[in-house]
């Protein structure tokens, strides 16, 4: 079997002299590292990777890169910056792979939108996708790094938090098809405005191949922009979803469900008729630039909208477990690993539509946003609206920015604030009875995820054979 890199090219892509053996993956972590890796000793923003290159050569790495200065022994690959040389090994990795190309970005569903391209191109050929949020300049020219030669299709995923950070990612990527799944105040703390968001998303096209398509929101405000973003960056083609009239992918209707939603929708010139494995109206409205994007790309559209019956949530990401409680069953939306004002929005609009017990409550659990700068206090308080159109019947809340929206919520909806999340923690697991629907959500930073692995561990998971036994004094 061909290795990712042997050992000569490797170190020419590097730019440096060969060192070590074949290459059959790239690390940047060498806690993760598999034998047979390369490990690309990068300066982090916590960590000097130089500080664990003799675990990495203990694990079986088959070189470590390093810095020229770097005092050590072993099978070394010295270059001047061991990023500056896994960046380059990603240029050659791009160059000499003839898959068709997909970048995706976009305020919120970047992850989900790449994991779902996984399947739907999957279904249809070889295809190789960025693992994880690897969607910086660390995380993105990693995945072109290990993009094996002969693969069919390629998916990365490129995100930003300030201005300027997309476009050398993008240049690297080189995509044939460039995808933003929407524009939404979302890292807002670094920018002026929504519209230099827009902006700063549409450095995307800087990257895209001559001729290549730009799949495109057509029901977000800023369509027009992007549009002429990407004519004026050389995109051939436009292809817009949406449900508004003239977008080229269409919803038609769509039945949501609890576990799932079927979804009539017009792709181009074909009508199409499929399911989506997670529910949620974003889930169903995310399909469609999903398949906009395989379209684009030739693949096949009937193997890939069939596949898209397979997307389950991660864990974070809308997961849903049932749990043994005092008195049945209670569903957790555990929606903890990030939050926003659009995917927390649609984390309560999933909320609403999610059944309860009779006599029981949908319970938000809502931990602060983050990035959103001068503009956190009032699009926290704004976030009272979406809770009662969710019909929440209890909200825990924790953050300083939260309390604004506690603050908002009528007395009886209040069912307790605490500064942090870990303040919730006792009295969420206490509350929790058969029926109930908890969806916990906020910022990673907030810590939310705590009180979703609070209610795991404390409850059994449904369906596994073991039943709730009280805790005893």
């Not at 000097?48 to 005092?71: I, M, N």
């Not at 800023?222 to 051939?236: D, I, P, S």
């Not at 979703?452 to 805790?471: F, I």
């Amino acid at each position: 079997m061909m290795p990712l890199w042997t050992r000569d090219e490797f170190a020419e892509a590097a730019g440096a002299m060969p060192c070590g053996g074949d290459v059959t993956g790239i690390s940047i972590d060498s806690r993760t590292l598999n034998p047979g890796d390369a490990y690309f000793a990068i300066k982090g923003d916590v960590h000097d990777g130089h500080e664990f290159v003799s675990q990495a050569l203990e694990k079986g790495a088959s070189v470590a890169v390093v810095r020229h200065e770097y005092e050590g022994e072993g099978a070394l690959l010295r270059v001047d910056e061991p990023l500056g040389a896994l960046n380059a090994l990603a240029r050659a990795a791009r160059a000499r792979c003839k898959a068709r190309v997909a970048a995706v970005t976009g305020s919120v569903g970047k992850t989900g939108t790449k994991e779902a391209l996984r399947l739907a191109l999957g279904a249809g050929g070889q295809v190789h996708v960025s693992e994880k949020s690897y969607n910086n300049q660390w995380g993105v020219p990693l995945s072109l790094a290990r993009l094996p030669r002969d693969v069919d299709y390629a998916v990365f995923e490129i995100g930003m938090n300030h201005p300027g950070e997309i476009t050398p990612l993008a240049v690297l990527v080189r995509p044939h098809v460039a995808l933003i799944t929407t524009v939404e105040p979302v890292h807002i703390g670094f920018f002026k405005s929504l519209e230099a968001i827009a902006g700063a998303k549409a450095e995307i096209f800087d990257g895209l191949e001559p001729g290549g398509t730009a799949v495109l929101n057509r029901d977000n405000a800023h369509f027009a922009y992007l549009e002429q973003q990407a004519r004026a960056k050389g995109a051939g083609r436009i292809l817009s979803f949406g449900v508004h009239e003239d977008a080229r992918v269409r919803l038609k209707d769509a039945a949501m469900h609890e576990d799932d939603s079927c979804v009539a929708a017009k792709i181009c010139d074909h009508d199409a008729i499929y399911k989506m494995g997670a529910p949620g109206r974003h889930m169903v409205l995310n399909s469609l630039g999903i398949l906009a994007v395989v379209e684009a790309l030739g693949a096949d559209l009937a193997l890939g909208a069939l596949a898209l019956a397979n997307i389950r949530a991660p864990e974070g990401r809308g997961a849903r477990t049932r749990l043994r409680v005092p008195g049945g069953e209670a569903v957790l939306i555990d929606e903890s690993y990030n939050a926003n004002p659009a995917s927390m929005r649609a984390a309560l609009s999933l909320l609403a539509t999610t059944a309860k017990g009779t006599n029981a409550r949908r319970i938000a659990v809502l931990g602060d946003m983050l990035e959103l700068g001068d503009y956190a206090p009032v699009l926290h308080a704004e976030l009272a609206a979406s809770v009662l159109g969710a019909q929440v019947d209890v909200v825990f809340a924790s953050g300083a920015n939260m309390k604004l929206l506690w603050a908002k919520i009528p007395q009886a909806l209040r069912g307790a604030y605490a500064a942090e999340a870990s303040g919730l923690k006792q009295r969420l697991v206490d509350e929790i009875r058969g029926g109930d629907v908890v969806m916990i959500k906020g910022s990673l930073a907030s810590c939310m995820g705590q009180l979703a692995e609070a209610l795991k561990n404390r409850y059994p998971e449904a369906g596994t054979g073991k039943t709730y036994a009280p805790e005893k004094d």
